[in-house]
């Protein structure tokens, strides 16, 4: 009742009165810090009267303590004491008061010896010197902590209940770094409440910045649920990625909140430590390796060279560009139909490298005389071919499109980097073409036919340096179309997230894993290989939604729901990295495995691709799709209208 009494009284009259109260200015610090000398020094007049010392001295009590105040100013000027925001102080700016008040003191006596030698008279008291110069730090420090203490006690008591009850993973310089710069947020977040020692299995009683560290002889959320906490903040740098995972879904497992923080090396910047603590993302969850790339081979290829990007613009593409700036090519051609990306791609990687020529191109890979010129002018040499229509229930509604731009725009720059003498050519391609079940899955398994016959077609001439080599990876998160930006946008729209079946399962890699891949594969290739990355452990994609649902500190199918819509047309329940015959070998990076699949004759299937190009001009659907299934045997529509094909 009292406390509760105590509260309303505070909120009335410092959250009325003082909640956006603004900074002092300088010089009003500086006006108090002069009259906190002042009193001192009546402090100290007061003490030696009452020890009845004798001593005379040529000038008055007032002048002397002027004189004194005086001395202690121009330090305080030089040594700038007053410049630190008080409800901010920090040790620094306690040394800096030590300083300026012990330069006053050892001036004032030297001064004061000086003038005994010359005149043999004192105008200070030594001892009264001493006393105002203790008494003066005491003040003007514990005016620091006074100011500090009431702004981070009552004020933050106002707003307490708004504040996320948090436990501090580690108590390390790192954890330690991390409490101070969340105790010093402005405005407030977190109130913290522990610190949870992982290396510590004994119970004892320590304590560090006034939070008690609780050693870890049971289970995180058993603890977070003792002291009342929210959430946990992971600032432990020893942890491995296995145990960062498993201690992330015990939490998410019991709806408490996780964030993480990133390895502190700046000290002093603590508003920099508290922006950089965020949630966990979903790709922090992946259980993957880091990927570790031959650079010097990457560089010594790239180096110097000119460079073609197709699909520059879109996720993997312009991320393909941002890696490859890195090994400073000469020349880098970007080219895309997609004006708006293209341009904001243009305005990011403009400040990024001035030594390299930067060339955006705005083409369709369907247009073999504009793409005939880009190569007579810049003649590259390496091309990497992201450009494509990916999104598998439009491609079954459209097929010709598919055909148009996966099919004939891949023909067309394997035919042009052929013929103007390309050193390396690199296909993207998808999981999705290993036995296809879907019209974009076939276009993209009827490119890597055709890049793969025609490398070794090429093989063939004595006079051809051109490799072609293609690389097949699963889905990627954060790309375009993928189903973490959608869930992300489902959840900020409060749901549902849509699930098309229940048992559905993916391959996952991040954007920047698969273009580092892309890159290792290119350099190592001989032409003709099909490179499969490795892809981890697959995800069923309910597990995805419901660790993202979590994440975002909400509670599966209470405050999320999670709906499930059917399977899409052409859509597998699971992906395949090879068909049922291939085998593969491995390469010296573990990541990265050769799939062996028997290639076509060129002269048959350039036939057939023929056929399929115009039967996409001229013929319906289920035609264009027939002649797929032609060339692809393996091809089974899954979910479509075209299953019917099949029987």
């Known amino acids: 009742m009292i406390t509760s009494i105590l509260q309303t009284f505070i909120k009335k009259i410092f959250n009325n009165r003082f909640q956006n109260i603004g900074y002092l200015p300088r010089w009003i610090i500086f006006v108090i810090d002069i009259s906190i000398v002042l009193v001192a020094t009546l402090i100290n007049y007061l003490i030696i009267d009452s020890l009845s010392v004798s001593f005379e001295s040529p000038l008055d009590r007032p002048i002397s303590s002027i004189i004194v105040a005086f001395v202690n100013a121009g330090f305080f000027v030089f040594f700038r004491t007053y410049a630190g925001i008080i409800r901010h102080s920090t040790f620094i700016d306690g040394v800096k008061l030590l300083i300026a008040t012990s330069f006053s003191y050892l001036f004032l006596m030297v001064v004061n010896f000086s003038i005994y030698y010359f005149y043999s008279t004192k105008l200070f008291l030594s001892t009264g010197l001493f006393i105002t110069y203790v008494i003066s730090f005491l003040l003007l420090f514990l005016f620091r902590i006074l100011v500090k203490n009431i702004f981070e006690t009552y004020f933050q008591a106002i707003n307490k209940n708004n504040l996320i009850k948090a436990v501090i993973y580690g108590s390390d310089a790192n954890a330690i770094s991390v409490a101070n710069a969340l105790k010093t947020e402005k405005p407030a977040r ?61 939490c998410l497992e019991y709806n408490f909140k996780v964030f993480t923080v990133p390895l502190i090396t700046d000290w002093e910047d ?53 890696q490859i700036l890195q090994y400073e090519p000469n020349h880098l051609i970007i080219l895309d139909q997609a004006e708006s ?71 067309n720059l394997v035919d042009l980097s052929g013929r103007y003498g390309v050193e390396k050519f690199v296909l993207i391609s998808t999981d999705k073409a290993v036995n296809p079940s879907s019209v974009m899955g076939a276009s993209k398994r009827i490119a890597e036919k055709y890049v793969q016959s025609y490398n070794f077609k090429l093989q063939k001439k004595s006079n051809s340096s051109t490799k072609f080599i293609t690389t097949r990876f699963g889905n990627v998160l ?137 039967t996409a001009k001229f013929s319906s659907n289920d035609d264009i799709v027939a002649v797929m299934k032609k060339i692809i045997p393996e091809f089974k529509s899954m979910n479509s209208v075209f299953e019917t094909l099949d029987t």
């Open 478 to 614: 954060g790309s375009n179309g993928s189903v973490v930006p959608l869930f992300s946008q489902q959840i900020q729209e409060g749901g549902p997230i849509t699930i098309t079946h229940p048992d559905i399962i993916r391959y996952f890699m991040t954007i920047p894993e698969a273009c580092q891949l892309v890159l290792e594969a290119g350099a190592m290739g001989n032409g003709g290989e099909i490179y499969i990355f490795d892809m981890g452990k697959p995800v069923k994609i309910i597990d995805l939604a419901n660790k993202m649902i979590r994440l975002a500190g909400f509670i599966p199918d209470k405050e999320i729901k999670i709906k499930i819509i059917g399977l899409r047309p052409g859509e597998k329940l699971y992906e395949e990295l090879l068909n049922d015959t291939a085998k593969t070998l491995p390469t010296h990076n573990e990541k990265i495995m050769i799939g062996l699949e028997q290639a076509e004759n060129f002269e048959i299937l350039e036939l057939d691709i023929e056929e399929l190009l115009q």
């Open 190 to 250: 977190f109130k913290l409440t522990a610190f949870i020692d992982k290396f510590q299995q004994v119970k004892t009683s320590k304590s560090i910045l006034d939070l008690p560290i609780i050693n870890q002889t049971k289970s995180v959320h058993v603890i977070m649920r003792s002291v009342g906490a929210e959430a946990l903040i992971i600032a432990e740098k020893s942890l491995t990625k296995e145990e960062t995972i498993a201690l992330v879904e015990e």
């Open 341 to 411: 990306p293209l341009h904001s791609l243009n305005l990011e990687i403009d400040t990024l490298s001035k030594s390299i020529e930067i060339k955006t191109i705005i083409a369709d890979i369907r247009n073999y005389e504009i793409l005939e010129s880009v190569f007579k002018n810049y003649e590259p040499n390496y091309v990497y071919h992201a450009a494509a229509y990916k999104h598998v229930p439009l491609m079954e509604e459209n097929p010709a499109q598919a055909i148009f731009t996966n099919v004939l725009g891949t023909k």
């Open 270 to 322: 603590q508003k920099q430590i508290s922006n950089q603590l965020k949630n966990f993302d979903i790709e922090d969850l992946l259980e993957r390796k880091p990927i570790v790339l031959d650079n010097k081979r990457i560089s010594s290829q790239i180096n110097g060279k000119t460079v073609l990007i197709t699909g520059g613009a879109g996720s993997i593409g312009s991320e393909i560009v941002r």
